[in-house]
């Protein structure tokens, strides 16, 4: 049986030594940057930031959770986290 899983809306599984995209059969590790979100399309800013997000304000880092709510999460400067369907519908304010 392989092991399972999703990672930046990809769909990735074990093949026994390493995790690697169920579509292509590619390492996971280093080949991420280089894919577009699964979910959305974008690919990653420069900065790094997940494309649907850009550059958010007063934000240390976050994760539109690439089409998994629960994984979705904002942590601000003064470490406070916002998790879920919270930080998505502040992650679009704060958007504009």
Known sequence: ?????????????????????????????????????GHCGLFSTPEGHDGCLGTLPNVMNACCGHGLENDAYIQFWD??????SKAINLMNE???
């Open 79 to 84: 470490r406070s986290v916002v998790r879920g």
């Open 1 to 37: 049986m392989t092991a399972k899983s999703r990672f930046r809306g990809h769909p990735i599984e074990h093949n026994g030594t390493e995790w690697v995209y169920s579509d292509t059969k590619e390492s996971t590790v280093g080949k991420w940057q280089e894919r577009s979100c």
């Open 94 to 96: 704060l958007k504009g």
